[in-house]
């Protein structure tokens, strides 16, 4: 093998490297995504089959055994009885500034780990939310 066939396999290796790499995050990011909103649809479960056994949505996830889940990137998912929060201010809102949801909001922060309660926040964009007391589960710029 001469020095130029070597350089075209290493040129020919690094050019299919340049495009799996890519492909293959965006696999990961959509499988994360989806392994969140799968969890996110099995705690609400759970939330709203305590509030049919007790007449109340719990003040947290500790209650229902659901506060040592952690989404796909290892953060735990965040919790809020809407009906006794102390803070309007912390539910999560969209577009307009309209809360998520009249029940309780639930969500994880997403990849990067960080949330704000507006929607439009550049920290919210990659949050996996519940909107529509439940209608919506997703990212929250599909919603």
């Given at each position: 093998?001469?020095?130029?066939?070597?350089?075209?396999a290493?040129?020919i290796?690094?050019?299919?490297?340049?495009?799996?790499?890519?492909?293959?995050?965006?696999?990961?990011?959509?499988?994360?995504?989806?392994?969140?909103?799968?969890?996110?649809?099995?705690?609400?479960?759970?939330?709203?089959d305590?509030?049919?056994?007790?007449?109340?949505?719990?003040e947290?996830?500790?209650?229902?055994?659901?506060?040592?889940?952690?989404?796909?990137?290892?953060?735990?998912?965040?919790?809020l009885?809407?009906?006794?929060?102390?803070?309007?201010?912390?539910?999560?809102k969209?577009?307009?500034?309209?809360?998520?949801?009249?029940?309780?909001?639930l969500?994880?922060?997403?990849?990067?780990?960080?949330?704000?309660?507006?929607?439009?926040?550049?920290?919210?964009?990659?949050d996996i939310?519940?909107?529509?007391?439940?209608?919506?589960?997703?990212?929250?710029?599909?919603?």
């Open positions: 093998m001469t020095l130029l066939e070597l350089v075209v290493v040129a290796i690094a050019v299919l490297a340049a495009i799996a790499v890519p492909l293959y995050r965006g696999y990961v990011e959509t499988t994360q995504t989806a392994a969140a909103v799968i969890d996110i649809r099995s705690i609400a479960a759970v939330v709203e305590f509030k049919a056994d007790y007449g109340r949505f719990p947290t996830l500790a209650e229902v055994g659901m506060d040592n889940m952690r989404d796909p990137w290892g953060n735990p998912y965040q919790y009885n809407i009906e006794t929060a102390n803070n309007r201010g912390a539910l999560r969209d577009k307009f500034l309209v809360p998520l949801n009249t029940d309780f909001d969500y994880s922060m997403g990849k990067d780990g960080e949330s704000r309660p507006p929607l439009t926040a550049e920290p919210s964009h990659d939310v519940r909107a529509n007391d439940g209608g919506y589960v997703g990212i929250a710029t599909g919603y």
